[in-house]
């Protein structure tokens, strides 16, 4: 049997072949006249070979290893992450959760970055402040307001919130029920989200991650008693470190000053170090960076860029068939005389001069005149600055065309799809997973524009300008996931031949955000996975998972998500129950 480097891979020598070898080779070495040494344990041979064949399995074991850190499917540790270098790679680090959260304090109150530690109630998992925040009374996340004085009617309390005065007629009775008067009054106006609590009333923005100002009166009747501002708050441990909203509201490090901190938004996650598997898979993607022009060369360059954690790219480069459900979008940069777009077969082009200075009035012109002509097979709405179309009643097919006049104006109409369907002709649309800022913005614009076919154009909402080799400056777009707000709801029955733990419930919710928050774009939502997170809990018998998109209607199937949808996933809407505790 051949041993070593051999045409079907590497055949080590294990130590049984080794000790047979060496009683071969001395057998042939010290036999003389054909009579045979003794080789048996107790001899000196014997315990001769039993002294050197273990090493040599261990030069053996070594052959292979070296023989196999050639290869990334069979290297491991430090031998794999030095294949990955020759394409350029690294193995990714563990990340940090960060969340905003929210710091109650006396104005002026100086709170230090990298000095400031909260935690998460339950968990104890600390975070800490990594920028310097000065609370100031402006720009609050929130505001605790208190009633001093009861008002009755012709007399009105005043609160105005970003500039904008509610006047609130005094309700009479007790200051407590003035507060509770305010606080039905200020969430009717849709302007911010109040509560109360005896003779206070607390403000937050209707956007968790938006802030605001305020002011009160009359003087003396209401007071601000607290302000709140954000601050950004990183986890000291790296990793999948969770802090779901209303959670993270421990102090560890006093400040004089602050009275309280709160988290208004889950956390967003931290990813755990790249684990080898991953590593190897990330490998493959790769290999398709050598191309250039295609999806999969586009696709594999952007998520080469640290902030991108997903992305998706689909190409048309050709269709001219039957249009089910599609958009026209306005691109603005001043006014056109007239846009022009042409429906169906007949060549017929409908145009509409001068129609508004806006994006919206635009669009919602085009709109008009597409459901006023008679026999036009698609039916338009208007919203902000898109038109969507749909198939008219009874039509089966329609191909839709859009250019401006005069040609080269800056401002015109794009045609694009929705819902998961073709892009427009000759075309290819990417949809990047990433934080919003405009740095990543261009990074990802300039791929594109390195990477994309000749003469194919990029499309999407979001617009980065590059620059060629030539110096001109070229525009390219791209898309976000459009977010699929998933809501799950967990029915558990209890097996009583274990011990369901106190929290258990809350436990199976967290472990169920962090697998929905590890979807990329374009993943499906596929209920049995989350088996996993609820298993993982001793004491459960059975589980009935169901997952809806509006929070009524739920079912107990999987859920498409196509190319350009994200499926999120918030704490607010999981919901785990069935066993009490």
Not at 347 to 353: H, P
Request: negative net charge; hydrophobic residues 45%; contains cysteine.
């Amino acid at each position: 049997m051949a041993f070593g480097v051999t045409t079907g891979g590497f055949v080590i020598k294990r130590l049984p072949d080794i000790v047979a070898s060496l009683v071969t080779r001395l057998q042939a070495k010290f036999g003389l006249l054909g009579m045979t040494i003794n080789v048996q344990p107790d001899s000196v041979f014997g315990q001769l070979i039993a002294a050197l064949a273990p090493e040599f399995s261990d030069v053996w074991q070594s052959l292979e290893a070296s023989y196999l850190s050639m290869y990334p499917d069979s290297a491991e540790g430090y031998q794999l992450y030095q294949v990955g270098s020759i394409n350029g790679l690294e193995p990714l680090p563990a990340t940090q959760s960060i969340v905003e959260g929210v710091i109650w304090a006396e104005v002026g109150t100086d709170i230090h970055a990298d000095e400031f530690y909260i935690s998460v109630e339950e968990t104890d998992e600390q975070f800490l402040l990594i920028e310097q925040v000065i609370i100031q009374d402006v720009n609050l996340a929130a505001c605790r307001i208190s009633v001093q004085e009861v008002l009755t009617d012709p007399d009105a309390y005043e609160i105005t919130i970003n500039g904008s005065l509610t006047s609130i007629l005094g309700p009479g009775g007790t200051v407590e029920q003035c507060a509770e008067f305010i606080s039905d009054t200020m969430n009717a106006t849709g302007d911010i989200i109040a509560s109360f609590e005896g003779q206070y009333v607390t403000f937050k923005p209707v956007d968790s991650a938006s802030t605001f100002t305020i002011a009160v009166g009359p003087v003396g009747d209401l007071i601000i008693e607290e302000i709140a501002n954000f601050g950004t708050f990183e986890a000291v441990n790296a990793g999948v470190v969770i802090a779901l909203t209303g959670t993270l509201t421990q102090i560890e490090t006093p400040v004089v000053g602050v009275t309280a901190v709160e988290n208004l938004v889950d956390a967003t996650v931290g990813e755990a170090a790249e684990t080898e598997q991953e590593f190897r898979a990330r490998r493959l993607i790769s290999l398709a960076l050598a191309g250039a022009g295609t999806d999969a060369a586009i696709r594999a360059h952007i998520l080469e860029i640290p902030e991108v954690t997903g992305c998706s790219v689909t190409s048309n480069r050709g269709y001219t068939g039957p249009v089910t459900n599609c958009l026209i979008r306005v691109l603005f940069n001043g006014v056109a005389t007239a846009y022009n777009w042409r429906i169906d077969a007949d060549d017929q082009t409908y145009a509409e001069t001068d129609p508004g200075a806006t994006t919206a009035e635009i669009a919602t012109a085009i709109a008009v005149v597409i459901n006023g002509t008679v026999g036009c097979p698609v039916v338009a709405e208007a919203v902000d600055d898109v038109v969507y179309l749909t198939l008219a009643t009874g039509e089966t097919t329609a191909t839709v065309f859009t250019y401006t006049t005069p040609i080269g104006i800056l401002c015109g109409l794009r045609l694009e799809t929705t819902l998961g369907l073709d892009s427009a002709a000759h075309s290819f649309h990417v949809v990047v997973q990433a934080v919003d800022t405009p740095a990543v913005n261009q990074a990802i614009g300039d791929i594109i524009w390195l990477y994309q076919a000749s003469g194919i154009p990029s499309t999407g909402a979001v617009e980065v300008t590059v620059v060629d080799v030539e110096g001109n400056e070229q525009t390219v777009y791209f898309d976000r996931p459009t977010a699929t707000p998933v809501y799950i709801r967990v029915t558990l029955t209890e097996n009583t031949e274990e011990t369901f733990p106190t929290g258990g419930e809350a436990a199976i919710a967290a472990a169920i955000l962090e697998a929905g928050n590890a979807l990329q774009v374009g993943e499906d939502v596929v209920l049995g996975k989350f088996n996993l997170q609820i298993f993982a809990v001793p004491g459960v018998a059975t589980a009935v998972i169901e997952q809806s998109v509006n929070g009524t209607d739920y079912f107990t199937t999987n859920l498409a998500i196509d190319s350009t949808h994200l499926a999120t996933f918030d704490s607010a809407r999981i919901s785990v129950s069935g066993i009490e505790t």
